[in-house]
């Protein structure tokens, strides 16, 4: 299988599914387009009608763009890894928190985007994001505590894999959180796979100015 990313330092939407096959071990190759340059949209239609990353590609015919419908296409062809929960009812709530951070938190996007090498602390901080990320803050409490940890529903899931980029964001601006929710986080960030994939962004070249800077 072909996976295509965005840099690893700015694209929290190609972070989710890297870190989920690289956790669960399933072999792919990957190709990342340098983002917001002359001839980068071009670059990921090639690989995908949205012309978006991330997408999925495999020699069978397999073409699947956008993150969580690549989590769920692996979850289907690799049912041997619990990708999701194996628990019915743990698994509906995996689905709904999920589709929830897919979907929704807009004024923390906006407001604190993904950069990796970036520090911005106390910053970012509209009403829209705090409210946001109070929100986050409850899912991942109530998670850990429901499900006993380490991560949101026992083992690293796609749940996790959603969420890690938010983890990242969460260490550049340094919004307060709960002792909970702080520990969810350091324990996503230690994790073999999202430290492998902020290895690789700290390494990479290619700065996207807009995002570098912050008022």
Known sequence: MKLVIGDKNYSSWSMRPWVLMKHFGIPFEEVCIEMYEAGSKAAMFAHSPSGKVPSLSA????AVWDSLAIAETLA???????LWPRDPVARGHARSISAEMHSGFGEMRT???????ASFAGKGATPGA????????????????QYGGPFLFGEFSIAD????????RFNTWEP??????????????ESPAVHAWIEDARRERHAIAVYDTCA
Not at 59 to 62: H, P, T
Not at 76 to 82: G, L, N, V
Not at 130 to 145: G, K, P, T, Y
């Open 76 to 82: 289907e062809r690799f049912p041997q890894h619990a």
């Open 161 to 168: 894999a959603m969420y890690a980029p938010v983890v990242m």
């Open 59 to 62: 020699d069978d015919g397999l």
């Open 176 to 189: 307060a959180l709960s002792e909970a929710a702080a520990a969810y986080a350091r324990r996503v960030t």
């Open 130 to 145: 705090l409210a946001d990320i109070a929100r986050i803050d409850a899912i991942w409490s109530e998670c850990v505590e």
């Open 111 to 117: 407001n604190m985007w993904m950069n990796i090498r």
